[in-house]
């Protein structure tokens, strides 16, 4: 894939106000600068958000979720030490599963509930499946689990465990994993496994049964060492770390985000290669390709592409992968990113954007054209 138009980067770099800029037809995109609404205090004491980590949209009621990191709080809002706000009224942590109305109101947070529970230290990635419940992972060094709650948080289910990895070919046990997603159809949860695995893994989700994996372009998975991505060396046969997400169609493709190859490989759900996009293939470092969702029309015309090292939202042509225009850029104002890390969209085709490092929040852009 060509890089974008010069044109299209300096109409981006421009956007601060409207980020949204479009070559030919495509969606456009405007943030919403009031949503979410302000988090409540707690005892004349603000809540805040430490970096979120993922964000989902519950499909029954249009409501938002989002799964943060307590732990990072900064210095000057909690004190990690003694336990307590730095000052009067800042600050506390909002619990790390948080639900929003479609206004962007806060409903009600959560966390563990049971000090024997395998809860990930490093939360990462959310997923609501069409029953309402909610999915946990995380990519701390021994985050090999994913965890299932009902709504109010109630633990249901565990695939994994805290610890020690097994690898890449295990049916037991996950490395790191950073994103999940059901097939109602088969009511099977395809996982991207991850941070620390090579693979996509697919599980039954209503026992958390192995059923499958596979690495890049179907192959088997490896964990040798894999040589830093250069953008004139041929395409890596293995999948890097992080395999980030794992996003599925209505026509039965199973999309993969290979973030530091800056490629979507697409695959059946059997794991037999389908086709893969390039997408800004001269990024190195964190890699360009962090998440995406597909368009909300039943054809799923677009891909809506998450660029956390460059700060963009591209759009996808889904049949060929080509660019047709992008929003956003690096930056801490409303329509801008720093880090932004995850994508959800609602059935109206709203885009829902989550941030780490020092973005730390959460952001809503309203379709405006389709």
């Known amino acids: ?89 800042c600050c506390k942590s909002a619990p790390p599963v948080v639900e929003f109305d479609a206004a962007g109101n806060y409903l009600r947070g959560w966390g563990p509930a049971e000090a024997k529970l395998e809860w990930p230290k490093s939360e990462h990635g959310i997923y609501i499946d069409p029953q309402g419940n909610v999915w946990i992972a995380g990519n701390g060094e021994e985050d090999n689990q994913i965890l299932k709650f009902t709504p109010e948080g109630k633990f249901l289910m565990q695939i994994g465990r805290a610890g020690k990895s097994e690898g890449s070919n295990s049916r037991t046990q996950l490395g790191r994993p950073a994103h999940m997603m059901m097939d109602p159809k088969s009511s099977e949860l395809y996982v991207a496994d991850g941070y620390g695995n090579h693979r996509v893994v697919v599980f039954d989700a209503r026992s958390g049964a192995y059923k499958r994996h596979w690495g890049a372009y179907g192959a088997e998975p490896s964990d040798e060492k894999q040589p830093a991505y250069e953008p004139s060396a041929a395409p890596a046969r293995q999948f890097g770390n992080p395999v980030h997400c794992v996003r599925l169609s209505n026509d039965g493709r199973v999309y993969v985000c290979d973030r530091v190859n800056n490629r979507i490989q697409v695959f059946e759900p059997t794991g037999r290669f389908v086709q893969e996009f390039r997408v800004e293939p001269l990024t190195r470092a964190n890699g360009a390709v962090w998440d995406m969702v597909l368009s909300h029309d039943a054809a799923q015309k677009y891909l809506y592409v998450a660029d956390g090292a460059n700060g963009r939202v591209y759009i996808l042509e889904r049949a060929t992968g080509r660019s047709l225009g992008a929003f956003g850029r690096t930056g801490r104002m409303a329509g801008e990113f720093k880090w932004v890390h995850n994508i959800a969209i609602d059935r109206q085709g709203n885009l829902y954007t989550s941030e780490v490092g020092f973005g730390r929040r959460a952001q809503k852009f309203t379709l405006m054209s389709f």
């Open 1 to 89: 894939m060509k890089n974008l138009p010069v044109v299209l980067a300096l109409a981006v770099a421009a956007c601060a106000q409207n980020p949204s800029s479009t070559v030919g037809e495509a969606p456009s995109f405007r943030v919403d600068p009031a949503w979410p609404r302000a988090l409540p205090e707690e005892n004349g004491v603000q809540l805040v958000l430490g970096q979120v980590a993922g964000i989902a949209v519950d499909d029954r009621n249009g409501h938002v979720w989002i799964v943060h990191r307590p732990s990072t709080l900064l210095a000057d809002e909690w004190d990690a030490k003694a336990a307590r706000p730095v000052t009067h009224r």
